[in-house]
């Protein structure tokens, strides 16, 4: 790890805000409700934070319930008046054009990531191409809602996938643009319109996009809503005119969100926290053990859901792996983000530093040993940003909050085995089950594990690969339903069956 000299922060900061200034329309921006820009009507702002330098980025207006109203009537507005009228081709028509404006501008969306939520520039490219590539996923779907037909004697049935109509969907911090298209292709492939909400701490890639493709959408069809989670995303949780919710964020919100559909039965898709394993097995090779480790943890600053933060070493290739691991971590650039040499830039806020924090301060209290890591730097640049050190520890209790918990920072816990059914045992006692991956060049070793894991994505020999196609979503409660594919389309889907009896 490098920290950088008092002067680099000066420059940081000039180098960030002429970006921004560059970049950004200025603030405070507006809610988009059917086609246009609106303000709140209590004109309350929030900041949105530059988590880089701690610097404001641009202030955005705070949504309420009546936004919240406002815009779900115009997205029903628009969903009965001609987005039900779409066709397939329309449809498809649209999310091209989405992506194709997004490539045209992906170094400058990639850029707003960074500013936003300070990500390093080469994760945040990851980001947008991954946003295309779904946008472009989702084109293709939307000409492949099919129904079917079942015989039955002198009826004919068939049936027919209808959209909900509209959609409620929030979104977190970690990718934010990327995220929001997740939630908004398939959505739309399949015929519904949409009332968005975008997290508190990184509104401005989507609000920004939007203002890109403003002209290509059709009025009322995406609609944004930006605020604070009780204020503007229960309302639209718990609306009544809302019957499909999609919510990607904490395990628990996403129970309020459940409890809140209970009340008008709406259908929901939730995708949440995760404490994924990472199994290194006794054949795997300990440098490319140690490269798949390292991004399985620390990719986006470990602000991934899907992240493997319980590392399950072997125990006879521990004394090869730990080192080359260790090594690796400590040689993680940590610095400015929008440098192409940074891996790890700061987490997204001071809340979630102190969140971090809290969990190593737990370790340290209890047997555990820091092997490397565990603090803030507190001189020069990385001072004043939300920057946490990559972190790893070792000997942690089982039952340890630091070992059950989703801690959503750069802090991997470190494991020993040598009986493959304890370990299996152990990788599974948790709450969650997202992700889980294994290094092996054992290829029964890789069948028997992937069955024995009880999680929704089980990656061999790579980690948080995930392009469109792959769906993707938790067991336990890491969540309901599946993302990122053909699934997902029908998951914004409900199946009308059309039975037809023939005169005798
Ligand atoms: P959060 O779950 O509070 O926020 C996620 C989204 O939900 C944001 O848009 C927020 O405004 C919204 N929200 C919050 N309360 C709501 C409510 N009552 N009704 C409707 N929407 C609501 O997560 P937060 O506070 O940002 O992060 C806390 C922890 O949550 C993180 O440290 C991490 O452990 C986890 N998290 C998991 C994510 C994932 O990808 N699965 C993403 C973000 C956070
Ligand atoms: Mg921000």
């Known amino acids: 790890m490098t920290s950088n000299s008092p002067t680099d922060l000066d420059r940081v900061r000039t180098r960030h805000r002429d970006l921004a200034s560059r970049l950004l329309p200025g603030g405070p921006l507006e809610h988009y409700v059917g086609g246009e820009w609106i303000r709140g009507t209590a004109d309350d702002t929030f900041t949105s934070v530059n988590p880089t330098t701690g610097d404001p980025l641009v202030t955005v207006h705070e949504g309420t319930k009546t936004e919240v109203d406002r815009a779900v009537e115009a ?6 008046d001609h987005w039900w009228d779409s066709t397939p081709a329309d449809r498809q028509r649209l999310l091209q054009q989405m992506a194709n404006r997004l490539e045209r ?29 779904h ?16 015989p039955h004697g002198d009826l004919h049935i068939q049936t027919v996938r209808e959209p909900y109509g509209v959609v409620g969907q929030i979104v977190p911090w970690n990718f934010p643009l990327l995220l929001a298209v997740w939630k908004l292709a398939p959505a739309l492939a399949a015929g519904n ?71 008008t039965i709406s259908d929901i898709t939730l995708e949440l926290g995760g404490k994924s394993p990472l199994v290194v097995a006794p054949d795997a090779d300990p440098e490319r053990a140690a490269e798949t480790a390292v991004d399985a943890m620390f990719f986006n600053g470990g602000e991934c859901c899907s992240a493997g933060t319980r590392l399950f070493v072997h125990e006879s290739t521990a004394e090869e792996f730990v080192p080359a691991f260790l090594d690796r971590v400590r040689n993680l650039q ?51 940003g939300c920057f946490v050190e990559p972190t790893v520890v070792a000997d942690v209790a089982v039952d340890s ?4 918990q989703e801690i959503f920072g750069p802090v991997e816990v470190l494991i020993e085995w040598d009986d493959y059914e304890a370990m299996i045992a152990e990788a599974n006692d948790v709450d969650y089950g997202l992700a889980a991956g294994v290094v092996t060049n054992d290829l029964s070793f890789a069948h028997r594990i992937s069955r024995d894991l009880k999680a929704g994505n089980v990656w061999v020999n790579t980690f948080n690969r995930l392009p469109p196609g792959q769906p993707f979503g938790g067991y336990k409660q890491s969540g309901i339903g599946r993302e990122g594919a053909m ?14 009896a023939f005169e005798e």
């Open 487 to 500: 699934e997902t389309l029908h998951e914004y889907t409900q199946t009308k069956s059309v039975t037809m």
């Open 334 to 384: 940590m610095g400015d983000p929008l440098d192409e040499a940074t891996d790890i830039g700061p987490q997204v806020s001071r809340a979630e530093v102190e969140k971090t924090l809290h969990y190593v301060t737990l370790a340290r209290e209890s047997e555990a040993r820091i092997l490397t890591g565990g603090g803030t730097v507190e001189e020069g640049l990385l001072a004043e």
């Open 135 to 150: 946008l472009r996923y989702f084109a293709g779907a939307a000409r492949n809602l099919e129904g079917k037909t079942v």
């Open 401 to 404: 909050p630091v070992v059950q």
């Open 75 to 80: 997205a029903w507005d628009a969903f009965d």
């Open 193 to 263: 319109t949409v009332v968005l909400k975008p997290a508190e701490q990184t509104p401005v890639s989507l609000l920004t996009y939007v203002r890109e493709i403003e002209d290509i959408l059709p009025e009322g069809v995406v609609n944004v809503v930006t605020g604070f989670g009780p204020e503007t995303g229960a309302p639209l949780v718990s609306h009544d005119r809302v019957p499909k919710i999609a919510f990607t964020g904490s395990t628990e919100v996403g129970r309020g969100v459940m409890k809140a559909a209970a009340n």
């Open 105 to 133: 501008e992906a170094e400058k969306f990639a850029q707003i990531e960074v500013l936003d939520n300070g990500k390093p520039i080469t994760e945040a490219r990851q980001d947008i191409d991954l946003a295309i590539d």
